[in-house]
């Protein structure tokens, strides 16, 4: 019988034919599956105990397809993982035949990873074993397996066998150790899969799919990645491509994936539309909601309520809204609805109803009431004394700007203050933002969305941090968007509020492309389209968004397809458009597509709705792609625009873009040119610093282009323009040419001019080389206020929030300094430090530095944390302070240079400190090791303590160092001054 064979099968007795033919009769067999363990783990033992006999040899390293015999292991653990582990050690230590691996995998009956395996020959086709208890699949490691394949230099089947086992952690240190293919990418991204970032495995994938656009496995790990992250359509599309391919198995499983997800998105929009049908019949009809509308989202219900409570034309209509009423006050737990409908129930109707028929007209059709119309039906509710009547007409006719401190009265007097708030804010914000207030805009938002959570409103919560999110997306504040974004977009999921989702997947698209995350960027961009793929308008603005992506990362080509596909659709133009081709043309065009992109511009240009600034950003736009072929006219424009620009850029963030962006387009010409001396005259007016007039490098660039100005020891002038580039600026910025370099030989120190996306990178120039980055906006050198002491404040010892899972620092034991205060342990909050600061000359933070997605876009500190629970010191917190003392400040946190990448304006701790008032700061771009960062901190301190200047003193500190010790982060270090 061939069930007897099954020892000489495990102990590799069988010849190769004889071992595919058991191996054909195990798949069929459930008695010796059922005893394949044991054997295992008989043979196991046997083994073990001859090799404990013998003495250890190392075996000279064979390649896999060298060994004779068949090897299997087993970890004691669920069938399924065990018998697919040994069929693996099997495969490897086997003779290698082009279809073994099919064989061997058709033992294992299921599989334990979503995902499919790149390991060549390990993706046939098993159906998922995941359970619904679950419970794992997963084995444990034989170390002697992962001896071998070590020995062997198998680091992508070591990687394999660490995912089936579930270390994914280890997985990715053994890929860490290969070159990137698709396969090996695809394994890359199911272990961040396995850690839970399933943002990270979308960076892998997309460089898998330029690689193999059509590869199958780096398709189907996409659509678990987005699946993952709840983008529902974008992973139906990716299972979708898998299933049209016919592969065995497979496709057949994609299909069921792809069809269960479009289901599952079509439901919630039908129930969306649903819900708002039966709510508009509530409010003109008074038609009865079912329970399970009312259950599944009480606040929408509410909305419908109010509406119905104002189209009511009789106490009686009213009335029979009161069940309904009640129904939301028990699960709102308070009373106001039912106080309204009781409110209204005593009004006058004869007067009242007139009134309300009008308000039912203006809910049936918006239109209805325009212009004077809209405001003498305003006056009429007014004189009528119907102030909740005259709070909802507002909101209905959008006219909150208009009458904004009336609408703050009738909110306060309404009983539904909360419920009424997110409208009133949001006209309030509108208002701030017109003024250039930004911060009292953010403040507004968040104290609404803080009081409507306590409130248990979720519909207006979700409404308010979507506003929130666009609101950071308009300061370009891109990480800051994506915290309330994500967690409105999942409550409003849960909700089924299909017009929210909406809202949040584009302002998602907008933070990831911003944040310069094109991986992310193009999920949520294909989750967008996929919600309404025949609309026109949303597949032009799809593509277009496309295109940008791929000019950033210099793919032009790819590019111009994207475009080609937008114009496809006849749909209206766009700025981003328009923002589009400013940056395509500069890498050729043809007369046709000059031709369409100037009518493109003079359709935009009758737009009426641009604000001042955004219609000064159209202009910008247009300069820019017309000195490409007109540099006289260009230039003349882009002046016109600077001095347009100027008064609106304090409170028009639109205006400052365009007032940037048009420095940096005549910075670029005239570095073309060989221009160099007006090249470095409008980079100092863009970075509004005065130029050094000796001993200064300046450098700007986007793209593909960089330029690279020295101003030697004499004032004398050398430039050179790379405007060829093929890799983007971002992922391999160039050395300094050495014709550069070399100006700049007879200088002691050095001042770096540099636009904002590039200012705070570290290296440019040599470790033992004093240099300085300038400051945008920082003016002359400060000096400490007359009368003020030496204050050296030293911020230790902090003890952060422990949800961050920050290990301890060590703790603070250097003999005091002159003058100095120590914060330290609970009492460094974020407000103790800044009060202490204000005055002081020296300042050391010795504390965790963080960059958190969601959280900020720079790096920010991690102190101890104040009673709310507020621990971080941010940009934002020294926005507005001034630092009276001119201090030195060091930054011994992590990573405590990095900054926005924004191209208009510079933002990070240091670039904030200097503008605070500090004279210099000195931050890393790298990790520092708590065991170096106090004592290189110190020795710079003692170098400044005898005389020299910070630039001067980093640079000896730091040579030293090189000199002494392996400590690459001391090279990282960058002085701002």
């Given at each position: 019988?061939?069930?007897?064979?099954i020892?000489?099968?495990?102990?590799?007795?069988?010849s190769?034919?004889?071992?595919?033919e058991?191996?054909?009769?195990?798949?069929?067999?459930?008695?010796?599956?059922?005893?394949?363990?044991?054997?295992?783990?008989a043979?196991?033992?046997?083994?073990?105990?001859a090799a404990?006999?013998r003495?250890p040899?190392?075996e000279?390293?064979?390649?896999?397809?060298?060994?004779?015999?068949?090897?299997?292991?087993?970890?004691?653990?669920?069938?399924?993982?065990?018998v697919?582990?040994?069929?693996?050690?099997?495969?490897?230590?086997?003779p290698?035949?082009?279809?073994?691996?099919?064989?061997?995998?058709?033992?294992?009956?299921?599989?334990s990873?979503?995902?499919?395996?790149?390991?060549?020959?390990?993706?046939?086709y098993?159906?998922?074993?995941t359970?619904?208890?679950?419970?794992?699949?997963?084995?444990e490691?034989d170390?002697?397996?992962?001896a071998r394949?070590?020995?062997?230099?198998?680091?992508?089947?070591?990687?394999?066998?660490?995912?089936?086992?579930?270390?994914?952690?280890?997985?990715?240190?053994?890929?860490?150790?290969?070159?990137?293919?698709?396969?090996?990418?695809?394994?890359?991204?199911?272990?961040a899969?396995?850690?839970?970032e399933?943002?990270?495995?979308?960076?892998?994938?997309?460089?898998?799919?330029?690689?193999a656009p059509e590869?199958?496995?780096?398709?189907?790990?996409r659509?678990?990645?987005?699946?993952?992250?709840s983008?529902?359509?974008?992973?139906?599309?990716?299972?979708?491509?898998?299933?049209?391919?016919?592969?065995?198995g497979?496709?057949?499983?994609?299909?069921?994936?792809?069809e269960?997800?479009?289901?599952?998105?079509a439901?919630?929009?039908?129930?969306?539309?649903?819900?708002?049908?039966?709510?508009?019949?509530?409010?003109?009809?008074?038609?009865?909601?079912?329970?399970?509308?009312?259950?599944?989202?009480?606040?929408?219900?509410?909305?419908?309520?109010?509406?119905?409570?104002?189209?009511?034309?009789?106490?009686?209509?009213?009335?029979?809204?009161?069940?309904?009423?009640r129904?939301?006050?028990?699960?709102?737990?308070n009373?106001?609805?039912?106080?309204?409908?009781?409110?209204?129930?005593?009004?006058?109707?004869?007067?009242?109803?007139?009134?309300?028929?009008?308000y039912?007209?203006?809910?049936?059709d918006?239109?209805?009431?325009?212009?004077?119309?809209?405001?003498?039906?305003?006056?009429?509710?007014?004189?009528?004394?119907?102030?909740?009547l005259?709070?909802?007409?507002?909101?209905?006719?959008?006219?909150?700007?208009?009458?904004?401190?009336?609408?703050?009265?009738?909110?306060?007097?309404?009983?539904?203050?909360?419920?009424?708030?997110?409208?009133?804010?949001?006209?309030?914000?509108?208002?701030?933002?017109?003024?250039?207030?930004?911060?009292?805009?953010?403040?507004?938002?968040v104290?609404a969305?803080?009081?409507?959570?306590?409130?248990r409103?979720?519909?207006?919560?979700?409404?308010?941090?979507?506003?929130?999110?666009?609101?950071?997306?308009?300061?370009?504040?891109?990480?800051e968007?994506m915290?309330p974004?994500?967690a409105?977009?999942?409550?409003?999921?849960?909700?089924?509020?299909?017009?929210?989702?909406?809202?949040?997947?584009?302002?998602?698209?907008?933070?990831?492309?911003?944040?310069?995350?094109?991986?992310?960027?193009?999920?949520?961009l294909?989750?967008?389209?996929?919600r309404?793929?025949?609309?026109c308008?949303?597949?032009?603005?799809?593509?277009?968004?496309?295109?940008?992506?791929?000019?950033?990362?210099?793919?032009?080509?790819?590019?111009?397809?994207?475009?080609?596909?937008?114009?496809?659709?006849?749909?209206?133009p766009?700025?981003?458009?328009?923002?589009?081709?400013?940056?395509?043309?500069?890498?050729g065009?043809?007369?046709?597509?000059?031709?369409?992109?100037?009518?493109?511009?003079e359709?935009?240009?009758?737009e009426?709705?641009?604000?001042?600034?955004a219609?000064?950003?159209?202009?910008?736009?247009?300069?820019?792609?017309?000195?490409?072929?007109?540099?006289?006219?260009?230039?003349?424009?882009?002046?016109?625009?600077?001095?347009?620009a100027?008064?609106?850029?304090?409170?028009?963030?639109?205006?400052?873009?365009?007032?940037?962006y048009?420095?940096?387009?005549?910075?670029?010409?005239?570095?073309?040119?060989?221009?160099?001396?007006?090249?470095?005259?409008?980079?100092?007016a863009?970075?509004?610093?005065?130029?050094?007039?000796?001993?200064?490098?300046?450098?700007?660039?986007?793209?593909?282009?960089?330029?690279?100005?020295?101003?030697?020891?004499?004032?004398?002038?050398?430039?050179?323009?790379?405007?060829?580039?093929?890799?983007?600026?971002?992922?391999?910025?160039p050395?300094?040419?050495?014709?550069?370099?070399?100006?700049?030989?007879?200088?002691?120190?050095?001042?770096?001019?540099?636009?904002?996306?590039?200012l705070?990178?570290?290296?440019?120039?040599?470790?033992?080389?004093?240099?300085?980055?300038?400051?945008?906006?920082?003016?002359?050198?400060?000096?400490?206020?007359?009368g003020?002491p030496?204050?050296?404040?030293?911020?230790?010892?902090?003890?952060?929030?422990?949800?961050?899972?920050?290990?301890?620092?060590?703790?603070?034991?250097?003999?005091?300094?002159?003058?100095?205060?120590?914060?330290?342990?609970?009492?460094?909050?974020?407000d103790?430090?800044?009060?202490?600061l204000?005055?002081?000359?020296?300042?050391?933070?010795?504390?965790?530095?963080?960059?958190?997605?969601?959280?900020?876009?720079a790096?920010?500190?991690?102190?101890?944390?104040?009673?709310?629970?507020?621990?971080?010191?941010?940009?934002?917190?020294?926005?507005g302070?001034?630092?009276?003392?001119?201090?030195?400040?060091?930054?011994?946190?992590?990573?405590?240079?990095?900054?926005?990448?924004?191209?208009?304006?510079?933002?990070?701790?240091?670039?904030?400190?200097?503008?605070?008032?500090?004279?210099?700061?000195?931050?890393?771009?790298?990790?520092?090791?708590?065991?170096?960062?106090?004592?290189?901190f110190?020795?710079?301190?003692?170098?400044?303590?005898?005389?020299?200047t910070?630039?001067q003193?980093?640079?000896?500190t730091?040579?030293?160092?090189?000199r002494?010790?392996p400590?690459?982060?001391?090279?990282?270090?960058?002085?701002?001054?």
């Amino acid at each position: 019988m061939a069930c007897e064979r099954i020892a000489a099968f495990v102990d590799g007795e069988l010849s190769t034919s004889e071992a595919e033919e058991f191996q054909a009769h195990l798949a069929g067999c459930a008695d010796c599956q059922a005893s394949l363990e044991d054997q295992l783990q008989a043979s196991l033992a046997v083994r073990s105990a001859a090799a404990s006999r013998r003495a250890p040899r190392r075996e000279p390293f064979r390649p896999s397809w060298a060994h004779r015999t068949t090897r299997m292991w087993s970890a004691g653990v669920a069938m399924a993982a065990l018998v697919l582990l040994g069929l693996l050690a099997a495969w490897w230590m086997r003779p290698a035949s082009p279809d073994v691996g099919a064989q061997l995998l058709a033992l294992a009956p299921t599989r334990s990873l979503e995902g499919r395996l790149g390991y060549p020959g390990l993706d046939g086709y098993r159906s998922s074993g995941t359970l619904r208890e679950g419970a794992s699949g997963s084995a444990e490691l034989d170390v002697r397996l992962l001896a071998r394949l070590e020995e062997q230099g198998d680091f992508h089947g070591l990687a394999t066998a660490y995912l089936l086992a579930g270390e994914f952690e280890r997985a990715e240190k053994a890929l860490e150790r290969l070159p990137p293919s698709p396969d090996v990418d695809s394994d890359r991204a199911l272990a961040a899969l396995g850690r839970g970032e399933p943002e990270r495995a979308l960076v892998v994938l997309d460089r898998a799919l330029r690689a193999a656009p059509e590869h199958p496995r780096a398709h189907w790990n996409r659509g678990v990645a987005l699946r993952a992250m709840s983008l529902e359509l974008a992973a139906a599309m990716e299972f979708q491509l898998v299933a049209d391919r016919r592969e065995p198995g497979w496709s057949e499983e994609a299909k069921r994936l792809a069809e269960g997800l479009r289901a599952s998105a079509a439901s919630r929009s039908r129930a969306w539309t649903d819900m708002n049908a039966a709510g508009m019949a509530l409010a003109l009809e008074g038609t009865a909601l079912p329970a399970a509308m009312v259950r599944r989202n009480p606040d929408l219900v509410r909305l419908y309520l109010y509406h119905a409570i104002r189209a009511a034309v009789s106490r009686e209509q009213v009335l029979a809204l009161a069940p309904l009423a009640r129904t939301l006050d028990a699960e709102a737990r308070n009373p106001t609805a039912s106080d309204y409908v009781q409110r209204v129930a005593r009004a006058d109707f004869a007067r009242r109803a007139p009134l309300a028929r009008t308000y039912r007209a203006l809910l049936e059709d918006a239109r209805s009431l325009t212009g004077e119309a809209a405001e003498a039906y305003l006056t009429r509710l007014r004189r009528a004394g119907e102030r909740e009547l005259l709070l909802g007409a507002i909101l209905l006719l959008r006219v909150e700007h208009q009458h904004l401190e009336e609408l703050r009265a009738l909110v306060e007097e309404s009983g539904e203050a909360v419920w009424y708030r997110a409208p009133l804010v949001k006209a309030q914000v509108a208002e701030d933002l017109s003024h250039g207030d930004g911060a009292r805009a953010e403040q507004r938002l968040v104290a609404a969305i803080d009081e409507c959570h306590r409130a248990r409103l979720e519909y207006r919560c979700v409404s308010l941090q979507a506003e929130l999110s666009g609101l950071y997306n308009q300061l370009d504040r891109r990480q800051e968007a994506m915290g309330p974004a994500r967690a409105a977009l999942d409550v409003a999921r849960r909700l089924g509020d299909w017009h929210h989702e909406e809202e949040l997947v584009l302002a998602l698209i907008t933070s990831a492309r911003l944040s310069h995350e094109p991986a992310l960027a193009r999920a949520y961009l294909d989750e967008y389209l996929q919600r309404a793929p025949e609309h026109c308008e949303r597949r032009a603005d799809y593509h277009h968004q496309r295109a940008l992506l791929a000019i950033e990362a210099l793919d032009v080509e790819a590019a111009r397809r994207e475009v080609a596909r937008a114009r496809e659709c006849a749909a209206p133009p766009s700025l981003f458009e328009l923002a589009v081709y400013g940056d395509l043309l500069r890498f050729g065009t043809t007369g046709d597509e000059r031709a369409y992109v100037a009518r493109r511009l003079e359709l935009l240009r009758e737009e009426a709705s641009f604000t001042p600034g955004a219609r000064l950003l159209l202009e910008q736009m247009g300069a820019r792609i017309l000195i490409e072929t007109d540099r006289r006219e260009g230039q003349r424009r882009l002046r016109e625009i600077i001095a347009a620009a100027l008064p609106l850029r304090a409170t028009d963030i639109e205006a400052r873009k365009a007032w940037s962006y048009a420095h940096q387009t005549l910075v670029m010409d005239a570095g073309k040119a060989g221009e160099f001396d007006e090249a470095l005259r409008v980079l100092a007016a863009g970075q509004e610093r005065a130029a050094p007039a000796s001993c200064l490098l300046a450098v700007a660039g986007q793209d593909e282009r960089v330029l690279f100005v020295a101003r030697g020891a004499r004032g004398d002038v050398r430039g050179e323009y790379l405007g060829q580039r093929t890799r983007p600026l971002l992922e391999d910025f160039p050395a300094v040419p050495p014709a550069v370099l070399e100006q700049l030989a007879g200088c002691d120190a050095v001042r770096v001019l540099a636009e904002p996306v590039i200012l705070g990178r570290p290296g440019l120039l040599g470790p033992e080389r004093a240099w300085s980055y300038l400051v945008p906006g920082g003016g002359e050198q400060k000096v400490p206020e007359a009368g003020l002491p030496p204050k050296h404040v030293v911020v230790s010892d902090v003890e952060p929030p422990a949800t961050l899972g920050l290990p301890r620092l060590l703790p603070w034991n250097r003999a005091p300094r002159p003058g100095e205060f120590l914060l330290r342990g609970a009492s460094a909050t974020p407000d103790a430090v800044l009060a202490e600061l204000e005055d002081a000359t020296e300042v050391e933070f010795h504390a965790h530095g963080l960059i958190r997605s969601g959280f900020s876009d720079a790096s920010f500190l991690a102190l101890s944390p104040e009673s709310d629970g507020r621990y971080a010191l941010t940009v934002s917190d020294l926005q507005g302070i001034s630092l009276r003392g001119a201090p030195l400040v060091l930054l011994a946190a992590c990573r405590a240079n990095g900054g926005a990448l924004r191209y208009y304006a510079v933002a990070s701790l240091p670039a904030a400190f200097i503008q605070a008032g500090a004279r210099s700061v000195v931050a890393p771009a790298s990790p520092i090791p708590d065991e170096q960062g106090g004592a290189f901190f110190q020795a710079l301190l003692d170098e400044v303590g005898r005389g020299a200047t910070p630039a001067q003193a980093l640079a000896r500190t730091r040579s030293v160092w090189l000199r002494d010790r392996p400590a690459p982060w001391v090279s990282e270090l960058v002085l701002f001054e």
